[in-house]
């Protein structure tokens, strides 16, 4: 992106020209003569000279300024620097605030380069001294201003550094702005995901209830247990069209729990807990009453959301309001939990009677609330609707990975 300017202009070339050789020759004549007429003769018209030796070019020690002096709108991600034909001393950019950006001169000196990206809206200024050969200095001055975005377009991630999550959570990175098809691509072009182990994975952007956008990377399958990851969102100074420039950078370290799955057969009336392979619980539960498709626990993947001790629970077209319900951990945003219950007991491990979510005894509520961590996958199979986009944000399980990977804003159809 950054053009290299050239400095310096060709030196005039020094020596003697054709008069000065004919002179030369006469004179070397006049003294032959002098010594021998006998040796005395016209020269050879083959006889080889020898070229005068060219000096080197001058240089110009001015220094060449990128961005050239005056610019304005120049992006914060642009290459600053500046160069001169001899060498730099003391080189610094300040803005108008009195920030110092931190650079690095070149190991022959004649070359000072920004280290650190500049800032929206703020004007620099060049100082230092470029010296040349012989001794000449010449200032540094110059100054070039930086675009001033009218909007900011500002991101956010779910999963915060040093977390550790269960296996099949996936990382969220929204944006309070809308954002057109080119926009996506070039936001997605700045998001990367880096993994202690190689794991298969690619974003997919979905849709936005909150009048801006969202994308999420998943991986193929399960990730495995114990992988460090990273993901990093470079969009400060990214030109995201209509919705505006990138505000900030953002990045997130965690790391990938033990495999804890929930197996959710809905006609066996039990709900398994296996971690690591083994199952650790067995637990006797009820489902939604399948003859309601209002009331009907949704099959497919769910992810757990998150969890409370005690949740108030309202469903007014069903009769109740603001129920306290306890070790409720949520699985899904259409109202899905698996939670303590003890009203339906009886039912518990026989019947599914609830309205939608997974039932279990106080108990093993609480045994099994003390366990889940966020992205633990809960397979909910055997009921007669599927859980889709129409039941919350997390529904990236129930997308085929062949799909999902033509959901990328680079995607190539």
Not at 202 to 213: E, F, K, R, V
Not at 311 to 326: C, I, T
Not at 362 to 388: I, K
Request: aromatic share 6%.
């Amino acid at each position: 992106m950054a053009e290299r300017a050239r400095t310096g202009t060709t030196g005039t070339r020094s020596g003697r020209g054709p008069v000065a050789l004919a002179l030369s020759g006469l004179v070397a004549l006049a003294l032959l003569a002098g010594c021998s007429a006998a040796a005395a003769g016209p020269t050879r018209p083959d006889a080889p000279t020898t070229a005068p030796a060219a000096t080197p070019a001058a240089v110009d020690p001015r220094p060449v300024l990128q961005p050239a002096d005056g610019s304005t709108g120049v992006n914060p991600l642009a290459v600053v620097r500046a160069a001169a034909g001899g060498t730099l001393r003391d080189v610094t950019l300040t803005d108008t605030r009195g920030t110092t950006v931190p650079g690095a001169l070149s190991p022959d000196r004649r070359q000072w380069t920004a280290t650190a990206p500049l800032g929206y809206a703020r004007t620099y200024h060049w100082a230092g001294t470029a010296v040349a050969a012989d001794g000449t200095t010449t200032p540094l001055t110059g100054s070039f201003r930086t675009v001033a975005p009218r909007r900011l377009v500002r991101a956010s991630t779910n999963i915060g550094d040093g977390q550790t999550v269960g296996v099949a959570a996936p990382i969220e990175v929204r944006f309070n702005r809308h954002l057109d098809d080119a926009a996506k691509a070039t936001a997605e072009r700045a998001l990367s995901v880096h993994t202690s182990v190689p794991v298969e994975g690619g974003w997919a952007w979905l849709p936005d209830d909150a009048q801006g956008s969202r994308v999420h990377w998943r991986p193929a399958a399960y990730w495995p247990s114990g992988t460090t990851v990273t993901m990093a969102a470079r969009l400060f100074g990214r030109d995201l069209g209509g919705a505006g420039f990138g505000a900030s950078d953002l990045t997130s370290t965690f790391t990938i729990g033990r495999s804890q799955i929930v197996k959710a057969d809905v006609n066996s009336h039990r709900m398994l807990v296996v971690r690591d392979g083994q199952v650790v619980m067995d637990l006797p539960a009820s489902y939604g009453l399948g003859s309601d498709p209002n009331r009907v626990t949704r099959s497919g993947t769910h992810v757990v959301m998150g969890k409370s001790e005690t949740v108030l629970m309202s469903n007014p077209a069903y009769g109740y309001q603001d129920v306290p319900e306890h070790w409720a951990v949520r699985i899904s945003n259409n109202g899905e939990f698996i939670h303590a219950n003890p009203a339906s007991a009886g039912a518990q491990g026989s019947r599914n009677v609830t309205h939608g979510c997974i039932n279990l005894s106080t108990q093993n509520a609480r045994d099994y609330f003390g366990t889940a961590l966020y992205g633990d996958p809960v397979e909910v199979t055997g009921s007669t609707v599927a859980l889709s986009a129409a039941d919350g944000d997390i529904y990236d399980w129930t997308i085929p990975w062949a799909t999902w990977r033509t959901m990328s804003a680079l995607a190539t159809p």
